[in-house]
């Protein structure tokens, strides 16, 4: 078969993404247009405004795909979006747009789960990465440890049974002050701490070894620095940093290896925005490393939302021929293998 040119258009939170990928794993383009200085002053995302904003602009940036992909319309194989899990009306926006363009140039549509998208990010920084293999997602709404059998086949094999890691760094980076979009802050915060200043609990799930839970923990941020503020001390903000980023990403990294060792993996992949934290990157790389598997991650740009991963997981639906109608319809809390 000749090379396949996908388009894939990602706006399910508060980034407008689209991107042109050769064969799902080559780049010709991928612009990103995001929405964090617009809900900066709100300290998260706000729903409507962010539907709003993916309206403004997500002409010029499908525009822009094609032109850096130096690609027309016509010499596209398909065009895929995000349908969910996200944001209904950001979500719907894509939607409707891709459905707009599919029938306007006469392509198949794509309809792409988010979190496979995260996945698939892997296999374009990771050219010989091929299923089957373990993948942990961490993102700003997910937390799944899942067994990738095959493309776009998966087991789960663990969940957050509350927060998701990247809510976590989020509502924590908040509490100190570092505002939002706190896991990079966090991220960088934790560079001038100590991380074993303060014990953060690691919390274990009885009975489910491979399930995580973060609310404890982020409690545990939130009534250190109460009891700080009680005592009259100064709160050393790097330290806090440094401190709940080790307890988040020890469960992480456990959690990982434990299931690793029990399906004998000699394959183990990160993605999702939590998957570009330097401190999780490197704690997995060793662990990996010392059991002798191999680690995959995207690059940083590749584990934040963006379009490449969306046209990256498309391809696979293309080859086997997985279209969708144009009745497709957002779907905000679609879960990770289910097919609608
Ligand atoms: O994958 P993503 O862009 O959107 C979702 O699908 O949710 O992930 C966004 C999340 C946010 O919670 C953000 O704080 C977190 O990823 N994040 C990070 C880092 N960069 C982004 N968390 C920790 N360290 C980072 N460097
Ligand atoms: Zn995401």
């Known amino acids: 078969m000749s090379d396949a040119l996908i388009l894939g258009i990602e706006s399910s939170c508060d980034e407008t993404?689209?991107?042109?990928?050769?064969?799902?794993?080559?780049?010709?383009?991928?612009?990103?247009?995001?929405?964090?200085?617009?809900?900066?002053?709100?300290?998260?995302?706000?729903?409507?405004?962010?539907?709003?904003?993916?309206?403004?602009?997500?002409?010029?940036?499908?525009?822009?795909?094609?032109?850096?992909?130096?690609?027309?319309?016509?010499?596209?194989?398909?065009?895929?979006?995000?349908?969910?899990?996200?944001?209904?009306?950001?979500?719907?926006?894509?939607?409707?747009?891709?459905?707009?363009?599919?029938?306007?140039?006469?392509?198949?549509?794509?309809?792409?789960?988010?979190?496979?998208?995260?996945?698939?990010?892997?296999?374009?920084?990771?050219?010989e990465l091929e299923p089957p293999f373990l993948c942990l997602i961490v993102s700003g709404g997910h937390t799944h440890l899942v067994n990738v059998t095959d493309y776009g086949e998966y087991e789960i094999i663990g969940r957050t049974m509350d927060d998701a890691a990247g809510e976590a760094y989020d509502k924590v980076a908040r509490a100190i002050g570092l505002g939002y979009p706190g896991g990079p802050k966090i991220d960088k915060e934790a560079r001038g701490g100590d991380p074993e200043a303060i014990v953060f609990p690691r919390a274990h799930i009885d009975g489910d070894e491979y399930d995580f839970s973060f609310s404890g923990l982020k409690s545990s941020v939130l009534n250190y620095l109460n009891s700080c503020g009680m005592k009259g001390e100064t709160v050393n903000t790097a330290d806090v940093a440094a401190s709940f980023q080790a307890a988040v990403v020890d469960v992480l990294v456990g959690n990982s290896m434990k299931a690793a060792e029990k399906y004998g993996s000699k394959k183990f992949a990160i993605a999702g925005g939590v998957a570009s934290n330097t401190a999780l990157r490197k704690a997995m790389e060793e662990a990996c490393a010392e059991r002798e598997i191999g680690f995959y991650r995207p690059s940083p740009v590749l584990c934040t939302d963006n379009g490449a991963m969306i046209a990256g997981a498309a391809y696979y639906d293309l080859m086997k021929g997985s279209f969708s109608d144009l009745s497709l319809n957002a779907i905000p809390n679609l879960k990770l293998g289910e097919r609608v």
């Open 17 to 127: 993404a689209a991107a042109v990928v050769k064969n799902g794993r080559e780049i010709m383009s991928n612009v990103i247009c995001s929405q964090i200085d617009t809900h900066t002053i709100y300290g998260g995302v706000v729903p409507e405004i962010a539907s709003r904003k993916h309206i403004e602009v997500i002409v010029q940036v499908v525009r822009e795909a094609l032109k850096q992909a130096g690609t027309g319309p016509q010499e596209l194989d398909a065009v895929a979006v995000t349908y969910g899990p996200g944001l209904v009306g950001p979500l719907l926006v894509g939607v409707s747009y891709a459905k707009a363009l599919a029938y306007g140039w006469k392509k198949p549509l794509i309809a792409v789960h988010h979190i496979e998208g995260h996945i698939a990010a892997n296999y374009i920084d990771n050219k």
